[in-house]
């Protein structure tokens, strides 16, 4: 079932596939480059998922199988990022769309495959768990560009990697493999080329498994360790909700029993 949350823009695309959604960058005559439409969509349908009572994990990937995302679309930055004013305007947009797949009450996947760079990589930063094929290429080019990185998402990248490797990413503005992204802790996991959809809605089934109020909880308390969480989440409140939840009865009823819980998010 495909559900559309955003009229402004076509090449943003989400369907829904038990407790999974799936949201597909679908610019392929650009090698699913983000141009300013899409980057205003992402906070009001990460907003919408995050509203669904049936979703429990989000899928972010790119649309065909060469790029996750290459970058913003470079083709507007002569006309929307020509000066300091415009620049501010632009990676205004850019940190609200990082912000709203960060600040997502729910467990994001970034699936990536092929070119992940520039503001696709920080989408992919903003995720909470990164599962590269082993064709996955990284790089942020703003040094060679020489534009300005959003701090905002600085903060985002930093949060995911530490301070030393932002910086090699950054001053250097090299691409690297999955493997040496998975070193520097950019993925968690790399797998063959055909086995990635097969791993990612694996893992996220795993997920979508488990009791949402207590992911939910845990990722406020996570985020808020790193200086990521968002401002109106309050961890202790998540966690004792947890305590009072029938999902909290049901568990311990299905352990004693010996079968798998069903839980229901409340």
Not at 46 to 73: K, N, T, W, Y
Request: glycine share 8%; aromatic share 6%.
């Amino acid at each position: 079932m495909t559900y559309s949350f955003s009229p402004s823009t076509s090449k943003l695309v989400v369907s829904l596939s038990g407790g999974i959604a799936t949201l597909s960058i679908d610019n392929l005559p650009r090698h699913n480059a983000l141009d300013l439409e899409m980057w205003k969509a992402f906070p009001d349908i990460m907003a919408a998922l995050d509203r669904a009572p049936r979703v429990r994990v989000v899928v972010l990937r790119g649309a065909g199988r060469e790029s996750f995302a290459s970058g913003a679309d470079i083709g507007e930055f002569a006309t929307l990022r020509a000066d300091a004013e415009g620049g501010r305007r632009y990676e205004a947009t850019n940190e609200a769309a990082f912000w709203a797949v960060a600040h997502c009450a729910k467990p994001v996947i970034a699936m990536i495959r092929g070119f992940c760079l520039g503001g696709g990589f920080g989408l992919a930063l903003s995720c909470d768990l990164r599962v590269a094929s082993e064709s996955a290429i990284f790089g942020i080019p703003a040094a060679r560009l020489g534009i300005g990185y959003p701090p905002g998402a600085m903060k985002l990248v930093t949060a995911a990697v530490g301070a030393p490797a932002a910086k090699d990413l950054f001053f250097t503005a090299r691409r690297i493999d999955a493997q040496e992204a998975a070193r520097l802790g950019v993925v968690q996991r790399v797998v063959p080329d055909d086995r990635l959809e097969e791993t990612v809605l694996s893992l996220a089934q795993t997920i979508a498994d488990n009791a949402p109020l207590t992911i939910k909880a845990a990722k406020a308390a996570i985020d808020e360790a790193v200086g990521i969480g968002h401002p109106e989440a309050d961890p202790v409140a998540l966690a004792d909700r947890c305590f009072d939840s029938a999902d909290a009865v049901e568990g311990r009823k299905a352990f004693l029993e010996k079968r798998s819980p069903v839980f229901e998010g409340r």
